[in-house]
């Protein structure tokens, strides 16, 4: 006999293997089946949910964190048509990708099929339950849902609500699966179950998915903090990088798009940085400079060593003038954190040189950082945005939550 | 100031940068540049070797490891034609694979782009360091090379020979960096260098690898294992059917696209058994059976519950009969290593059925487990088999060794 874990991860890895053969029809049929169900039982979510609430706040938990465990009837809603979306997106999986003939006539294809089981590790934010739980159903998947124990009573109740909707189009209910006991221990066990889990995602603070980095043995996708930077070149049109730059600092300022520091070319810095501090003074966010900007503003404080590398996610910004394109891509190359950067630009051979050189998911020449979401993107849903390289990088969509197979039609070849 | 590991890495993170701006044609101009000095320095080259082997003769070393160990006149030159068919090859970075408009008139493409830094952990097969350097630099990479202290002459001759070759190209010689400390504290460290190295791939046996998915806190591509299957379907062309046993068994016994167990439907067993039985006589190979397969041929010994999970990597052969394509495609999803399986059939459900529901990286209908290469599938290349799922699955070239970056050409868009 396994452990707890080793039960679920056992459990899940049955389900995958009937997921996978599911029809694309079966699968909407499910997660309509599952955004009813969650309707019909708002009134016991709400009131789990309503358990959490209170003894978080009993704690003395931030109203903000208070605030994300919150959920209301029409965040229910909201995730009951999340799922209906979700139904509304192309299946990715069966697709060829490529298929060839080789010299022997073996025909060698190359097919999207689901990965298996999908572990994901997230802190208190209930509508992730449902979010995920859908976007790799979807995909042909079983997911193995660990939250913060914060939200346990609040993640029963939906989980609940999913294997019911699940039980009700006739599909395995073991397609969802809550770890029900948040200890340390269990969540160490589940970094560990390599053979049962085929991809671990972390969502949540930069704690979490360092954790998860470090431990985990089951591969992991790691999402996650963005330590943003847009550079005014020299030439740039000044008006739309203010633009720009007050929409990438404030549209959203907790976000991991948001833009944290700015590379100014030091020949545009003394019509620009005076520009900048007057916009962003609207918004109160307070700017650190080094000594160049510090002496252009008075708004400006002296930005430490520190600065240059810290997500603020927060009303701060840091400025640092440069003496050149070199220059900018060496800084932000030396304190981001390969999520999203972006050049403003007119200079044809810089946008190039940017969008070659800067290591990063998404690099962008004269546009917002706030763009990088999957939903802007184009993908109509997000499991997460990759900050690493393998197998996904950027926004995830559905299909990061696929992998291949290569598929080979021979006629009786043997090898020569 | 870092350890002797994060100095290795931070100047492989540096050389990394320059050669994601080499153009292919200064890459191909590279590689000829060190095929040439490989065969410049063949006589050191081959000098340092005979110093391994002579000391791993001394320690009683296993002949066919000292046969892998040993270099000739031969094998450089092999190495060096190596290099100059990597330099054939189409250059895989730089390709973009989509670009869409956004309806804010947003385009968004995705570029396939260098990894950054390779590290590979091998033994002490001395080729390998001269083709993974190939492969790696070819798709702009830099490579940390930890092959085994048994090869370490040969390693630190063959290093030379590249660095030589690149610096008589007037490129960057931290292209290629070995780690000459050997001891177990300087391996450990690399599979820590989270940050400074992007992806670990481990070349060799199967402790070699599970050591690896153990410790290492970068991510990791697992190569390695085949436990491969044929299964012959109720209806089968026999004689198809043993002409691709034969070769999938015995063409070549120590590789991991080997098949290393029989699955046959009962109503084939009768016929089929004793001519695979005395097919596989001719090469000596032992055949491990189930009581049904047993009771069909003296020659079968019984297999044990051990036998099903097993990689012989031997003139060994288990044999299960089964009641049903179900019952077949359970036994190899329980047992197999997700690598290359086969179904021997005629029909055109069962084909299918075959190819959706194995769970492996190569799926075959009637053709021999033995194609699952890099070379065989039409790479040109190949860094090694994948069995895991994610980035890369089966065989990998040069492709594996790449990753994308989203590129996004603006106008002043901001988010709204």
New interface residues.
């Given amino acids: 006999m396994g452990s707890y874990m080793e039960t679920l991860g056992s459990r899940a890895k049955t389900a995958s293997?009937e997921a996978?053969?599911l029809s694309t029809n079966e699968k909407n049929k499910g997660l309509l089946s599952v955004a009813e169900e969650l309707l019909l039982e708002m009134e016991a979510i709400l009131q789990e949910n309503e358990k959490d609430v209170s003894e978080a706040e009993a704690r003395g938990m931030k109203a903000s964190l208070v605030d994300r465990l919150r959920l209301t009837e029409i965040r229910v809603q909201d995730m009951a048509e999340g799922l209906r979306q979700i139904a509304a997106l192309d299946d990715p999986t069966g697709e060829v990708l490529s298929m060839?003939n080789?010299p022997n006539g073996?025909r060698?294809g190359k097919r999207r099929v689901p990965?298996?089981v999908v572990g994901i590790i997230y802190e208190s934010r209930p509508n992730v339950t449902a979010d995920a739980f859908g976007l790799c159903f979807k995909t042909g998947n079983a997911v193995i849902l660990r939250g913060g124990s914060d939200a346990i009573h609040s993640n029963k109740a939906i989980v609940h609500a999913v294997k019911e909707g699940l039980r009700k189009a006739k599909l395995p209910q073991d397609l969802i699966l809550l770890v029900e006991d948040t200890s340390r221990e269990t969540v160490n066990e589940m970094m560990k179950l390599?053979g049962f889990i085929?991809?671990l995602i972390p969502r949540g603070g930069a704690g979490l998915i360092a954790s998860v980095?470090?431990n985990s043995?089951v591969?992991?996708?790691e999402t996650g903090t963005g330590n943003c930077h847009i550079y005014v070149d020299e030439g740039a049109?000044l008006n739309?990088a203010v633009?720009?730059i007050?929409?990438?600092k404030t549209?959203r300022m907790g976000v991991c798009n948001a833009c944290e520091s700015l590379v100014i070319h030091e020949h545009a810095a003394a019509q620009v940085i005076p520009m900048i501090v007057s916009r962003l003074k609207l918004h109160s966010v307070e700017i650190r400079g080094d000594e160049t900007a510090c002496a252009l503003s008075g708004e400006i404080v002296p930005a430490s060593e520190e600065d240059w590398g810290t997500e603020y996610l927060d009303a701060v910004i840091s400025i640092k003038v440069v003496e050149s394109l070199d220059a900018a891509i060496k800084h932000i190359?030396t304190y981001n954190t390969g999520h999203s950067e972006s050049i403003i630009t007119e200079s044809y051979a810089n946008a190039l040189r940017f969008?070659?050189?800067i290591?990063?998911?998404?690099?962008?020449?004269?546009?917002?950082t706030?763009?990088?979401d999957g939903f802007?993107?184009?993908f109509g849903a997000e499991i997460g945005i990759s900050t690493?390289?393998?197998?996904a990088?950027?926004p995830m969509g559905l299909e990061a939550l696929t992998?291949?197979?290569?598929?080979?039609?021979?006629?009786?070849?043997?090898?020569r």
Avoid: C
């Fill in positions: 293997r996978g053969k060839k080789r073996l060698i990965l298996g390599h085929d991809v980095v470090q043995t591969p992991v996708i049109d739309m633009d720009i007050e929409n990438a549209q190359n969008q070659d050189e290591d990063a998911a998404a690099v962008y020449v004269n546009a917002s706030r763009f990088t802007e993107f184009g690493q390289k393998l197998h990088r950027g992998t291949t197979k290569y598929i080979i039609f021979g006629s009786g070849q043997i090898r």
